[in-house]
């Protein structure tokens, strides 16, 4: 440590593109370890917070800023274990997202691949929605079937005033069709579900497939910024462990 160059809180500011006080902030948190001081009291950094410095920005890239932090605070506090653990935990995740991506994905070649039930008319101004045999017929399902899907959660028609009658609109029709083509195909209602969400959220099978592509290519992103962050790390870690070994 003595050999090493003398930084001061604005040279590590530069190397970063960060304020002096963002440096001085990431060493209070953890995210650098503590700095020597002079005897006026100013920070002197060294090699190690560079080091530092250049893990955490390569980790929030593809962790994100608390991940990050979790883990090069944790790496300071001794405790490398710990830091594994937080880096598997966030590959976990992704890997979860890309196995409801691709789920996704495949329902919707299911749906592509599928001749779907006839269209329903558009209703006209002033016309009522559909009530559930209208609907069962519509789709050549029993009304049992949509009872079981609106008990799962997947389907949720208004009911009318006074006869509690379901009233089916264009949209309750839409997500019946695709609940019943996606079913055709063996898909279990729990699979079903985060598509019926994702249909609603972005209002047509074309949008949520742009939608599904956009995506992909984020996680992939992602994913190469969680590996080079990780390589990062990994030197990191071997960079500590040298200094703690040469220090006994």
Do not use: C, K
């Amino acid at each position: 440590m003595n050999h090493e160059p003398r930084l001061r809180p604005v040279d590590l500011a530069r190397l970063s593109g960060l304020s002096t006080q963002q440096i001085r902030n990431y060493e209070d948190a953890g995210v650098l370890p503590p700095a020597a001081r002079t005897e006026s009291g100013y920070r002197v950094f060294g090699d190690a917070h560079r080091r530092a410095l250049l893990t955490y920005r390569a980790l929030q890239a593809g962790y994100g800023p608390l991940a990050a932090t979790a883990v090069m605070r944790a790496v300071h506090g001794g405790d490398v274990p710990g830091a594994l653990a937080l880096v598997d935990e966030a590959h976990a995740g992704m890997h979860e997202q890309r196995t409801a991506l691709r789920a996704t994905r495949e329902a919707l070649e299911a749906l592509a691949g599928r001749r779907p039930p006839p269209q329903p008319t558009p209703p006209t101004p002033g016309t009522a929605d559909l009530r559930i045999g209208e609907v069962a017929a519509l789709l050549g399902v029993r009304t049992s079937a949509l009872r079981v899907w609106e008990s799962a959660g997947l389907l949720t028609p208004p009911r009318e005033r006074g006869t509690r009658y379901r009233q089916f609109g264009p949209d309750d029709i839409r997500d019946a069709r695709l609940i019943h083509t996606l079913r055709r195909s063996h898909y279990l209602l729990d699979q079903i579900r985060p598509v019926l969400d994702e249909l609603r959220r972005e209002g047509s099978t074309e949008a949520l497939r742009a939608a599904v592509a956009t995506r992909g290519e984020a996680l992939a992103g992602r994913t190469r910024a969680m590996l080079t962050g990780a390589g990062r790390l990994a030197e990191y870690i071997e960079y500590v462990e040298q200094g703690t070994a040469d220090s006994n």
